[in-house]
Structure formats: C-alpha cells, structure tokens
C-alpha cells in the first residue's frame, strides 16, 4: 500500500517538473525570438540613418552623425547581450577549452 502511495507522489511531481521545464523552454524560445526581432529591426533602422546621412542635405550634420554613432553603440551591446544569451558553436568551445585548462591548473 505505500509503495502505491510513494509511486503516485513520485508520478505527480515527475509530471509537475515535465510540465514545468515544458513552460519555461516556450519563455525561452519567445525570449529569443523577441531578443532577434529587436536586433533586426535596429540593424534596419541604423541602415535607414545611414542612408539619410549619406544624402546630400544632411552630409555632414552633427546631430544626425552622433545618432548614428549612437545607434552603433547600441547595437554593439545588444550583440554583446545576444551573445551572451546565445552563444555560438566557437564560443562554446572557448568556454569549454578555457574550462579544462582552469581544471589542468588545479
């Protein structure tokens, strides 16, 4: 009788963390997806500066010129965020190699 009761609790809580780890891969796949939205949309937009500074009107205007520096700056370090959130294939062997050799060192 109590190994019923031990295999209907150990069934409930398996069942609780499948449908927890469930919901949190669907946040993080909305994450990412909205974390890559906002990447391209600020890539189409400093394109979209780029060209207005480039015309002849504004060639050389110092207002539009530090908001293009700053459209830089900023997607320098959502890259940097993106990055860090979602590494690629390079930096995770850099991470592993830098990781044995710490463990070489000990």
Same mark, same amino acid.
């Given at each position: 009788?109590?190994?019923?009761?031990?295999?209907?609790?150990?069934?409930?809580?398996?069942l =609780?963390a499948?449908?927890?780890?469930?919901w949190?891969l669907? +946040?993080?796949?909305?994450?990412?997806?909205?974390?890559k939205?906002?990447?391209?949309?600020?890539s189409?937009?400093?394109s979209?500066?780029?060209?207005?500074?480039?015309?002849?009107?504004?060639?050389?205007?110092?207002?539009?010129?530090?908001?293009? +520096?700053?459209?830089?700056?900023?997607?320098? +370090?959502?890259?940097?965020?993106?990055?860090?959130? =979602?590494?690629?294939?390079?930096?995770?062997e850099?991470?592993?190699?830098?990781?044995?050799?710490?463990?070489?060192e000990?």
């Amino acid at each position: 009788m109590i190994e019923i009761i031990f295999l209907l609790i150990s069934l409930g809580i398996n069942l =609780f963390a499948f449908m927890y780890i469930r919901w949190i891969l669907k +946040q993080y796949s909305n994450l990412d997806s909205a974390i890559k939205d906002i990447f391209e949309d600020l890539s189409v937009y400093e394109s979209h500066a780029k060209s207005i500074y480039e015309t002849e009107v504004f060639y050389g205007d110092a207002t539009l010129e530090g908001l293009i +520096q700053h459209t830089k700056n900023l997607t320098n +370090q959502i890259e940097e965020y993106k990055d860090y959130l =979602f590494p690629t294939e390079e930096k995770l062997e850099g991470y592993e190699s830098g990781y044995e050799e710490e463990k070489e060192e000990d």
